[in-house]
């Protein structure tokens, strides 16, 4: 059955995943099986480069085409100790100019849970996630966030 309710992005949680040993040892390290904490936005956007055919002469498309699937989103935090920018430069956040850049490839888990009705769950996974960049913003007279956009291999609803 479809889910009819609403959710807030109070009830919604992100979890960190490695998918090799340099991504498992920043995130167990950073947040253990904890989720990230203190987000603010996050957006996840999947999109198709659908291409339209059209025979000469024509207006309107004859066949609409599907083509490359690109799975990208933005994460912003409230909290910067490095975890995240580690994530994106891998052992060259610490070490000098010589160190080889080899970026940790991890999984994104989002759980949204409806506390009013705790069978209504969803979940949504990305694989193969790797930040694109990283920035931080100092506002006057707001909170200090840090914020990455990531692309990732594909999104699994897991429902």
């Not at 100019?97 to 991890?106: E, G, K, S, V, Y």
């Not at 790797?130 to 966030?145: L, V, Y």
Request: charged content about 20%; hydrophobic content about 40%.
């Amino acid at each position: 059955m479809a889910n009819t309710h609403v959710f807030r992005g109070s009830d919604a949680k992100l979890y960190l995943q490695g998918e090799e040993p340099l991504s498992n040892n920043i995130i167990s390290s950073s947040f253990g099986n904890d989720s990230v904490g203190r987000l603010h936005n996050v957006t996840v956007k999947v999109e198709s480069d659908v291409q339209g055919y059209p025979e000469m002469g024509k207006r309107l498309f004859d066949e609409l085409r599907e083509g490359r699937i690109t799975v990208m989103g933005n994460i912003e935090r409230a909290y910067i100790n490095g975890a995240l920018l580690r994530l994106l430069l891998g052992d060259y956040a610490n070490g000098g100019p010589d160190t080889p850049l080899a970026q940790p490839t991890f999984q994104i888990r989002i759980v949204i849970n409806n506390p009013a009705n705790s069978s209504v769950v969803e979940r949504l996974r990305m694989v193969g996630v790797k930040f694109t960049s990283w920035s931080f913003h100092i506002p006057e007279d707001n909170f200090i966030m840090e914020s990455l956009n990531f692309k990732a291999s594909r999104a699994v609803l897991l429902g």
